[in-house]
C-alpha cells in the first residue's frame, strides 16, 4: 500500500489537468448515511418523497421528509479531511474541478471553490414559479410547505429529483472536465447511479489515469481503475498529501 500511495502522490504531483468525481462514501466520515445499502436513508424513509409528481401533489408530506432528512439532520454535518484535502490540492493548482454527487455542499464548505454538482445542492431552495433562490436559513421550515415570498409559490430544494433532468450546466461542465482530464481521483462512489457513473469512464476514454479511493470495490475497479486505494477517504487522501508535500 506504502508503494502504492508514493505512486499515486507522483502521479497527482504530475497532473496537468486533474479532477476529483465523490460520491455518497465521502460524506458518509461526515455522518451523512448514503441513500442506498443497508443503513441507507431509504431503508429510514420513503424514496416517493423525493418523486418530482409526488411532490406536486403531496408537497406538505414530501416536506416533512425533506425537513428531517436534508435541514434537521444533514444541517448539522461537518467536511472532514476528504473533503478538506480535496479543497487544499485545488488550492495547489493541482485538483481543476471537483464533480460530485454530493447534494451537501460540503466541498464548498471546506474551500473548494471549483464545484459541478451533478444532484444539485441542498443548501438553496428555489421558487417554482420564479426561480428566485433561497438559503435554508432565510425561511421558516416550521411551516411547511415553505413559500417564496415575492409570489407565495412553494419552494423545492435545488436539487435533481425523481423524474427530474440532470442539471444542464453542471452536466456539460462535468462532461468537459472529464474529457480533460489526465488524472481522476473517484472517491466514496460505486458508479451505479446513471448518468454520473459515466464520468469517470469518459475520462478514462480521453487518456485519463483513474485512482480509485473507497472502503469496498466498485463498479470502476475491475474495469477503468489504474490504482485502487481499499480505505476511508480521509485518511488516505491526508497521506496521499503528506507525500506531495
Sequence with gaps: MKEDLQKVA??????????????????????????????????????????????????????????????????KASYNGAHKVLAQLEEKGLLKA?????????????????????????????????GKIYL?????????PPKCVKDKKILKPDFVFFGEDIPEVAYRKSLQAARAADVVLVIGTTGEVMPAAMIPTEAKRNGAIVIEINTEESNYTDGITDFFLQGKASELLEEIYTLIN
Design 136 to 144: 435554508p436559513s432565510e425561511v421558516n421550515l416550521d411551516e411547511l
Design 10 to 75: 507522483d502521479i497527482i504531483s504530475n497532473s496537468k489537468s486533474m479532477i476529483a468525481f465523490t460520491g455518497a462514501g465521502v460524506s458518509v466520515e461526515s455522518g451523512i448515511p448514503p441513500f442506498r445499502g443497508p443503513n441507507g436513508l431509504w431503508s429510514r424513509y420513503d424514496p416517493q418523497c423525493l418523486d418530482l409528481d409526488y411532490f406536486h401533489l403531496n408537497p406538505v408530506e414530501s416536506w416533512k421528509a425533506i425537513k428531517s432528512i436534508f435541514y434537521d439532520f444533514f444541517g
Design 98 to 130: 471537483v464533480v460530485t454527487q454530493n447534494i451537501d455542499n460540503l466541498h464548498q464548505e471546506a474551500g473548494s471553490k471549483i464545484v459541478y454538482e451533478f444532484h444539485g445542492n441542498s443548501q438553496k431552495l428555489i421558487c417554482l414559479q420564479c
